[in-house]
């Protein structure tokens, strides 16, 4: 740092008013956009610190509350390969954001410069990157006023999805090899190999490429209009949920979050039985699909359908190319007990259990030659293992058996249509409607696949959410002491029961998961466990 009196000044600008006390968490920071100028000003000084730690490598800071309402915002940072911040930084990034006052800040940064032997020498460069959100111009002048502090090199995208911004990252880093960061070259990948996979495709059956599509009001609608060119001839995307300028609309009764949590449809469009509804979230890193039915019953496919739905036929393709390979999928405890039976006992697949947070099953996903990984929330992708890759073209380049080579060119396409920085609701969508065609299946023909346990959420507020401790990826209520034996002896009442409690990473709530043989029981279920909760 060579100015400190220039880094200080900078700091005074912007100010910590004291208001709260942030936590940088799974999805980074997240409040009122309001109270957010300081901590925005300051991930800025921090991004490029971490730039300089990398040796100039792209770093990413993304200004966004996602699903959250209009009036939130928020921010993640971004690693060189598109990951999420690494858990040593997420502890600066936590502290800078509390910093009382202008000196606190500018030691900190001191020390973590020395902590981590940062040299100088190396340029930051820093790439941003907003949702649609009002906010987002305000607080990017906050972040830039930060990352200048350290002469980078700065790259504003301007309004883009939270997964495009992964997927820049990524390309800078990695000399191209992934793409070029640009929309345009995202979009040119992701759909180029849809079309060739759409392409190989020759008997359509129950499949309809028609989707109606709910854009949450947010950015997710605005590129969807971008791809709608490219798709031209394979896809017929109906768009809803498109109004961004009027943002106090953006995830209003209508997108990802608003559909899975209330298991209803959006509101905004007409529903039509049997068509086919795509829900995004504000950012677009998650992705739902659901139809209605003749009768007007709603039906959800959430992340658990699209992982089994992904699994099976990424499991499929290996038997045909004769490749073996370790197919894993990771879910959370949220994930319906059938989905996990399904993917076991019938695809096949093993399952393995993390902690809720998409860090956690990103994580667990590289243990696999090919992770699968899904919240039910519908957050996921999909990871190939660099050897993987590398076995599967040169495999391909070689391979004189038909079938077989024509299952290797269809796991190329899959790769390269997946966007494996981070969930990506444009990624995910073109996947699940290659293998919906692929399987030649209608939306409820998926949805036959296997039937879900009937199951309930539910929240209590407590005094202190800190009081309670999880183990064994969140299935068991470790604190307070006696807990888990009496939710052991209520679920044991239950046929098909299961059911656990954890503290929330967002929220001032203690949240419970039943489920069972029936809704009425399940209902009963999550009361009786709630109760035993206060
Ligand atoms: C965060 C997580 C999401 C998780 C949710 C759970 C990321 C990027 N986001 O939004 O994956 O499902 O938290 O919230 O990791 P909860 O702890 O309040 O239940
Ligand atoms: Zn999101």
Same mark, same amino acid.
């Given at each position: 740092?060579?100015?400190?009196?220039?880094?200080?000044?900078?700091?005074?600008?912007?100010?910590?008013?004291?208001?709260?006390?942030?936590?940088?968490?799974?999805?980074?920071?997240?409040?009122?956009?309001?109270?957010?100028?300081?901590?925005?000003?300051?991930?800025?000084?921090?991004?490029?610190?971490?730039?300089?730690?990398?040796?100039?490598?792209?770093?990413?800071?993304?200004?966004?509350?996602?699903?959250?309402?209009?009036?939130?915002?928020?921010?993640?940072? *971004?690693?060189?390969?598109?990951?999420?911040?690494?858990?040593? =930084?997420?502890?600066?990034?936590?502290?800078?954001?509390?910093?009382?006052?202008?000196?606190?800040?500018?030691?900190?940064?001191?020390?973590?410069?020395?902590?981590?032997?940062?040299?100088?020498?190396? *340029?930051?460069?820093?790439?941003?990157?907003?949702?649609?959100?009002?906010?987002?111009?305000?607080?990017?002048?906050?972040?830039?006023?930060?990352?200048?502090?350290?002469?980078?090199?700065?790259?504003?995208?301007?309004? *883009?999805?939270?997964?495009?911004?992964?997927? #820049?990252?990524?390309?800078?880093?990695?000399?191209?090899?992934?793409?070029?960061?640009?929309?345009?070259?995202?979009?040119?990948?992701?759909?180029?190999?849809?079309?060739?996979?759409?392409?190989?495709?020759?008997?359509?059956?129950?499949? @309809?490429?028609?989707?109606?599509?709910?854009?949450?009001?947010?950015?997710?609608?605005?590129?969807?209009?971008?791809?709608?060119?490219?798709?031209?001839?394979?896809?017929?995307?109906?768009?809803?949920?498109?109004?961004?300028?009027?943002?106090?609309?953006?995830?209003?009764?209508?997108?990802?979050?608003?559909?899975?949590?209330?298991?209803?449809?959006?509101?905004?469009?007409?529903?039509?039985?049997?068509?086919?509804?795509?829900?995004?979230?504000?950012?677009?890193?998650?992705?739902?699909?659901?139809?209605?039915?003749?009768?007007?019953? #709603?039906?959800?496919?959430?992340?658990?359908?699209?992982?089994?739905?992904?699994?099976?036929?990424?499991?499929?393709?290996?038997?045909?190319?004769?490749?073996?390979?370790?197919?894993?999928?990771?879910?959370?405890?949220?994930?319906?007990?059938?989905?996990?039976?399904?993917?076991?006992?019938?695809?096949?697949?093993?399952?393995?259990?993390?902690?809720?947070?998409?860090?956690?099953?990103?994580?667990?996903?590289?243990?696999?030659?090919?992770?699968?990984?899904?919240?039910?929330?519908?957050?996921?992708? *999909?990871?190939?293992?660099?050897?993987?890759?590398?076995?599967?073209?040169?495999?391909?380049?070689?391979?004189?058996?038909?079938?077989?080579?024509?299952?290797?060119?269809?796991?190329?396409?899959?790769?390269?249509?997946?966007?494996?920085?981070?969930?990506?609701?444009?990624?995910?969508?073109?996947?699940?409607?290659?293998?919906?065609?692929?399987?030649?299946?209608?939306?409820?023909? =998926?949805?036959?696949?296997?039937?879900?346990?009937?199951?309930?959420?539910?929240?209590?507020?407590?005094?202190?959410?800190?009081?309670?401790?999880?183990?064994?990826?969140?299935?068991?209520?470790?604190?307070?002491?006696?807990?888990?034996?009496?939710?052991?002896?209520?679920?044991?009442?239950?046929?098909?029961?299961? @059911?656990?409690?954890?503290?929330?990473?967002?929220?001032?709530?203690?949240?419970?998961?039943?489920?069972?043989?029936?809704?009425?029981? &399940?209902?009963?279920?999550?009361?009786?466990? &709630?109760?035993?909760?206060?």
């Amino acid at each position: 740092i060579e100015n400190i009196v220039e880094l200080e000044s900078n700091i005074e600008s912007y100010p910590n008013p004291g208001i709260k006390v942030f936590q940088y968490g799974t999805s980074g920071i997240r409040y009122n956009s309001e109270h957010l100028d300081h901590v925005l000003h300051r991930m800025g000084l921090l991004v490029a610190l971490r730039s300089i730690h990398l040796k100039s490598a792209a770093v990413g800071l993304m200004i966004t509350a996602s699903h959250n309402p209009q009036d939130d915002n928020g921010i993640k940072l *971004i690693d060189p390969l598109g990951e999420m911040l690494d858990s040593s =930084w997420e502890v600066y990034a936590t502290k800078l954001a509390n910093a009382p006052n202008n000196q606190d800040v500018c030691a900190m940064l001191i020390n973590i410069a020395y902590e981590n032997n940062i040299d100088k020498k190396y *340029i930051p460069r820093v790439y941003i990157g907003r949702d649609t959100r009002n906010s987002g111009k305000r607080l990017l002048d906050a972040v830039l006023c930060g990352v200048n502090a350290f002469n980078s090199n700065v790259e504003d995208f301007g309004i *883009i999805t939270t997964p495009m911004l992964h997927f #820049f990252v990524r390309c800078y880093n990695t000399n191209g090899l992934y793409g070029q960061p640009s929309e345009h070259s995202y979009h040119t990948k992701l759909t180029n190999s849809f079309k060739t996979l759409r392409k190989m495709c020759l008997d359509l059956k129950n499949y @309809s490429p028609v989707i109606e599509f709910d854009g949450a009001n947010g950015v997710g609608a605005l590129k969807m209009k971008d791809a709608i060119i490219h798709l031209e001839e394979t896809l017929v995307i109906n768009m809803h949920n498109d109004d961004i300028m009027n943002t106090e609309k953006l995830n209003y009764k209508c997108g990802a979050d608003f559909v899975k949590s209330n298991q209803c449809p959006p509101t905004g469009m007409t529903i039509k039985p049997h068509s086919k509804y795509v829900s995004v979230d504000g950012d677009a890193d998650r992705i739902v699909y659901s139809f209605v039915d003749e009768n007007n019953k #709603f039906y959800l496919l959430d992340g658990d359908r699209i992982a089994t739905l992904v699994a099976g036929y990424i499991k499929d393709l290996f038997i045909a190319s004769g490749l073996d390979v370790n197919v894993g999928l990771v879910q959370t405890a949220y994930s319906n007990g059938n989905s996990t039976k399904y993917v076991t006992d019938k695809l096949k697949v093993p399952v393995a259990c993390v902690p809720t947070g998409v860090k956690y099953l990103h994580h667990k996903a590289n243990d696999y030659d090919v992770g699968i990984y899904f919240e039910a929330n519908g957050h996921g992708t *999909i990871l190939f293992k660099d050897a993987i890759r590398e076995l599967i073209r040169n495999q391909c380049s070689i391979e004189v058996d038909e079938a077989k080579s024509l299952a290797l060119k269809k796991l190329i396409c899959i790769m390269d249509m997946t966007n494996e920085t981070v969930g990506d609701a444009y990624s995910d969508m073109l996947i699940v409607e290659s293998v919906l065609c692929e399987r030649g299946w209608s939306i409820s023909d =998926w949805y036959k696949t296997y039937s879900d346990l009937p199951n309930r959420l539910k929240q209590v507020t407590v005094k202190d959410r800190n009081t309670f401790e999880t183990g064994d990826a969140e299935r068991i209520c470790l604190k307070p002491l006696g807990l888990q034996e009496k939710i052991d002896s209520i679920v044991l009442k239950y046929s098909m029961g299961r @059911s656990f409690v954890r503290p929330s990473g967002t929220e001032d709530v203690v949240r419970i998961y039943a489920e069972a043989d029936t809704q009425i029981n &399940a209902d009963k279920l999550a009361v009786e466990v &709630a109760t035993a909760v206060y």
